[in-house]
């Protein structure tokens, strides 16, 4: 394509983001860093970002048929902006700018994380009645929708039940967010399990434009879900994973109050990431 100027607005956690000077569009692209707990690691994880933008462009061709996305162009080249990567093209989308709604869209179909901390206290997530009983990572009857508030970085996302997701949304609109979410997460889910992977959870960003509901930023990556192996899986403990899990178990260990300045990866726990992205990659891709 020609060469296209965009200029730096902002970074986010792990991306990049850029604003065409010509058109309403925006370039995006997934940098190497990786956070955890909601905050930036000094550490990054090389080759992160390109196995971030394939694995979400798949996704998104994946689920055209249920909702509309952001994407207008993959690997995009003849894009003019100062960068320290080399593989720029493989790590970018040009994206159709849109409003971003003020939730995180998350979607659990097993017990875990902070969702299985809440049901622990509370015998609820979100505001859902679960059955009692449940062991971690016991898979639930049925998925659940459970919104979040959006932290800024460094700060730590809140579950909200979803009245509070209506107050921020309105009625009709959180309601379509909860019925595409569920419908993209089971979707995901039994493609992932024929391939040998458990989505045990997800989280979705949404926004709009012209007030159409579509679906934006990653899509089923090992940044915003977690990723299980089918052939492993063994509900009543924690299962190992193709996601950051690993990295969050490893700075579970330190002596860190899990805020800002974040400790550096060693590089073994640097390598063993790498590995497991690329292995959820590989079989997802197919």
Known sequence: ?????????????????????????????????????????????SGKGVLLTQLSNHWFR????????????????????????NDLPERSVIVKKAKMLPIEAIVRGYITGSGLKEYQKTGSICGIKLEPGLVESQKLKEPIFTPSTKAAVGEHDENIPFEEAVKLLGKDMAQKVRD???????????????VGIIIADTKFEFGTIDGELI????????????????????????????????????????????????????????????????????????
């Open 1 to 45: 394509m020609a060469e296209r100027n965009f200029k730096f607005i902002k970074s986010g956690k792990v991306r990049d983001i850029y604003e065409s000077e010509a058109t309403n569009e925006l370039l995006i692209v997934a940098s190497d860093r990786i956070s955890a707990f909601d905050c930036i690691l000094p550490t990054p994880i």
């Open 62 to 85: 994946a689920t055209a048929h249920i909702i509309k996305n952001h994407i207008v162009v993959e690997n995009p080249t003849g894009i003019n902006i100062k960068t320290q990567y």
């Open 215 to 286: 679906i934006i930023d990653e899509l089923f990556t090992p940044d915003s879900s977690r990723f299980w192996p089918k052939d492993s899986y063994v509900p009543g403990k924690s299962q190992p994973s193709y996601d950051k899990q690993y990295v969050r178990d490893y700075l579970s260990g330190l002596n860190w109050d899990k805020r800002p300045p974040a400790p550096s990866l060693p590089n073994e726990v640097v390598e063993q990431t790498r590995l497991k992205y690329t292995e959820a990659v590989k079989r997802l891709c197919k």
């Open 180 to 194: 595409v979410s569920l419908k993209l997460y089971k979707f995901a889910a039994d493609y992932a399990e024929k």
